[in-house]
């Protein structure tokens, strides 16, 4: 390929990757490489633009390790993490709006008893979070693992803080076959996404902040539906406008503060009072 323009180049670029098999990734490069092109030829991007663009992913990639993906947050800060989301919900209408899985999920957290009291020695506001867990079908979904991660009183999620038990506020749940699921827990607080690669460097760049609105992450598995990542967050959070990584839903925020019933106090006479009440149902759709 010795006649390389500027105005066969991507073309000429496709076809070279014309002997790929797998019909779907073919299909992808084709569109990536196409968008790419169109990208820097319409920006006329530099040399030095260039560089300084794949810099700052080599840096991503070097702060980034098992415990934490700088990838993940650079597609959260440019809006494609939702975005891809947005795509999932349109293609399961009428279910609950997905969210962001974010960095911090664990497969493999411990198996809890619905129901399960996540407070331990937690600081923060006592809340009791439950409801319901049906399809799109219609009825109650039976045999769905919830798994529940959030961060604690310090901002911090257990798995960037030591100095936190092992699995402090996060665990899998198993709903009841009437598709029913509670658990007890703290509120869970606003925190700043990692300002300090690049990540950060975007965020400060384009004059936005780190802060996230508080919120429970919440992932549901269950036979023959498809899984759903959501995050619930509480309807007074002062960050549900600015949210740095674009993950609010109106439909995911709910009030944090409803008060408990009788029934309800007598249901949680070992949690310590005074405890609100959180109500969130979650809708599935079928695979
Ligand atoms: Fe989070």
């Not at 293609?91 to 411990?110: C, I, K, R």
């Not at 990692?194 to 004059?207: F, Q």
Request: charged share 25%.
């Amino acid at each position: 390929m010795r006649d390389l323009t500027y105005d066969n180049i991507t073309e000429r670029i496709i076809q070279a990757y014309d002997g790929t098999e797998d019909a779907r990734l073919k299909h992808l490069l084709t569109l990536l490489i196409g968008k790419l092109h169109e990208f820097a030829k319409e920006a006329e991007l530099s040399q030095g633009e260039w560089l300084t663009a794949v810099e700052f992913l080599r840096r991503a990639g070097d702060i980034s390790d098992a415990q934490r993906n700088e990838f993940i947050l650079l597609s959260d800060l440019f809006g494609l993490s939702s975005l891809v989301d947005l795509i999932a919900g349109r293609q399961a209408a009428d279910a609950t709006e997905p969210s962001l899985l974010g960095p911090f999920h664990v497969d493999g957290t411990p198996e809890r008893a619905n129901g399960a009291d996540l407070i331990c020695g937690n600081d923060g506001a006592r809340i009791v979070v439950g409801g319901g867990i049906t399809s799109t079908d219609g009825g109650a979904v039976a045999d769905a693992r919830l798994e529940i991660w959030q961060n604690a009183a310090n901002g911090r999620y257990v798995n960037e803080d030591p100095e936190q038990p092992t699995d402090n506020l996060r665990c899998t749940l198993r709903a009841g076959d009437d598709g029913r699921y509670c658990f007890s827990t703290v509120k869970p607080v606003p925190y700043r996404v990692p300002g300090d690669g690049p990540g950060g460097e975007l965020v400060r760049a384009g004059g936005r902040d780190t802060w996230r609105p508080a919120h429970i992450h919440v992932r549901i598995t269950a036979p023959g539906h498809r899984p759903l990542v959501t995050e619930i967050f509480d309807t007074t959070d002062p960050y549900l406008e600015s949210d740095a990584v674009f993950g609010v839903r109106e439909s995911l925020a709910v009030p944090f503060d409803r008060t408990p019933t009788d029934a309800e106090l007598s249901r949680h006479p070992d949690i310590e009072r005074p405890f609100n009440m959180v109500d969130v149902d979650f809708v599935l759709a079928p695979t």
